[in-house]
Every structure is written in structure tokens, then in C-alpha cells.
T-cell receptor, first 113, second 110 residues
Framework: DVKVTQSSRYLVKRTGEKVFLECVQD?????MFWYRQDPGLGLRLIYF???????EKGDIPEGYSVSREKKERFSLILESASTNQTSMYLC????????????FGEGSWLTVV | GQQLNQSPQSMFIQEGEDVSMNCTSS?????WLWYKQEPGEGPVLLIA?????ELTSNGRLTAQFGITRKDSFLNISASIPSDVGIYFC??????????FGKGTRLSVIA
């Protein structure tokens, strides 16, 4: 079974703090994704990466950056957290660009106070 | 980005009832996927559809890929309390990231 692991399930951070959300997958998948989920808005794509050291902006990249130094790890960075970034963050992976299915982690609940 | 219209937004049903939800798109895609997200968890794939007209079942769940390739529906028969959650449709075409609907929140009253 594919395993996508998000290291932090629940975080509380202060406004202005730098926040790292870590995601690791164990199936040698090339593609990795970060989504945020908010009530009524569904899943919105923040950033994605098709391979190591590659990154592309999704639909809502403002206020975020990402890092993909190793194939199995995709980190989401909030340079200066703000209260409107309070949300559920979901990491996902896919075999490659031809893969038809995407596998999700359990999610990270971030509260910015 | 691309938008999917998923309806209804929420449903409250009695245990044992059948459920139907659908998604429509303004564009043609090659793959429709249906996910379920239980409270506090990440979405899990239920059914994948790969060609127009395809009808696929997974236990009490049945999904169909619309003939026009712009819509899909998911039916749940004889609902039970553990069907509670948010159901998402998603589309995929070529080497693009998946596009998700906003979800249908299902509540089952025992």
C-alpha cells in the first residue's frame, strides 16, 4: 500500500512565524502535491512538483513556498504565517504524470493565532 | 483554475436510503475519480473511471462516467452510518494535476 505521511497532524503557530509542513511518501512516486482544504471551498492546489528539485505553482501559491530536495520528501513552507492560513493542509503523491490516481496523507491541521 | 460543479453541497438522509450526487465540468477530461474523506482524515479513493459511459461498482457504491465526458455521478445504495463523510469528485487529463469538486457532505441519521 502507498503510504503518504505528514509529520505533524496538529499545529498551533503565532502570526509571523515560519512554518514547515513535512510530507514523505514511500512508493518512489515522482509527483507530489500540496492542497489546502477549507469548508465550502473544497481542495485547492497550492504547489506541486513533478520531480526532485522541480516545483510549480498551483491555484493559490501566494504566501507559500515549497522544497523538494529528495524524491520522497515535499515540504510546504509558510514564510510568515498569517491567520488566513489557518486550514487543513493535505499532501498527496502520484506515480508520475501518467498516473491516474493520487494518494493523500492524513492531513495537517494548522491554526495561526 | 478549472472548476468542477459538484452537487448537492450537503445531504441529510435516513439510514437505508439511497444517495446520489454528481459532478459536471465545462471541459472534457479523460478520467473521473471519486474520493471519500472521513472526519479528521485525508481523502481515500473509492472509484476510478477511465472512459465515457463506463459504469463501475465498489460494494454499495456505483459511479458512471458520462457519455459527454463532462459529467459523472456517484450512487450509494442502502446507506449506513459509516457512509458519513465528504465525497469529492476529481478530474484528470494528461499530465495535469487533479482538479477537485468542492465536495458533498453526507450525514446519515440512524
Amino acid at each position: 500500500d502507498v503510504k503518504v505521511t505528514q509529520s505533524s497532524r496538529y499545529l498551533v503557530k503565532r502570526t509571523g512565524e515560519k512554518v514547515f509542513l513535512e510530507c514523505v511518501q514511500d512508493m518512489d512516486h515522482e509527483n507530489m502535491f500540496w492542497y489546502r482544504q477549507d469548508p465550502g471551498l473544497g481542495l485547492r492546489l497550492i504547489y506541486f512538483s513533478y520531480d526532485v528539485k522541480m516545483k510549480e505553482k498551483g491555484d493559490i501559491p501566494e504566501g507559500y513556498s515549497v522544497s523538494r530536495e529528495k524524491k520522497e520528501r515535499f515540504s510546504l513552507i509558510l514564510e510568515s504565517a498569517s491567520t488566513n492560513q489557518t486550514s487543513m493542509y493535505l499532501c498527496a503523491s502520484r506515480t508520475d504524470r501518467t498516473g491516474n490516481t493520487i494518494y493523500f496523507g492524513e492531513g495537517s491541521w494548522l491554526t495561526v493565532v | 483554475g478549472q472548476q468542477l460543479n459538484q452537487s448537492p453541497q450537503s445531504m441529510f438522509i435516513q439510514e437505508g436510503e439511497d444517495v446520489s450526487m454528481n459532478c459536471t465540468s465545462s471541459s472534457i477530461f479523460n478520467t473521473w475519480l471519486w474520493y471519500k474523506q472521513e472526519p479528521g482524515e485525508g481523502p481515500v479513493l473509492l472509484i476510478a473511471l477511465y472512459k465515457a459511459g463506463e459504469l463501475t461498482s465498489n460494494g454499495r457504491l456505483t459511479a458512471q462516467f458520462g457519455i459527454t465526458r463532462k459529467d459523472s455521478f456517484l450512487n450509494i445504495s442502502a446507506s449506513i452510518p459509516s457512509d458519513v463523510g465528504i465525497y469529492f469528485c476529481a478530474e484528470y487529463s494528461g499530465n495535469t494535476p487533479l482538479v477537485f469538486g468542492k465536495g458533498t457532505r453526507l450525514s446519515v441519521i440512524a
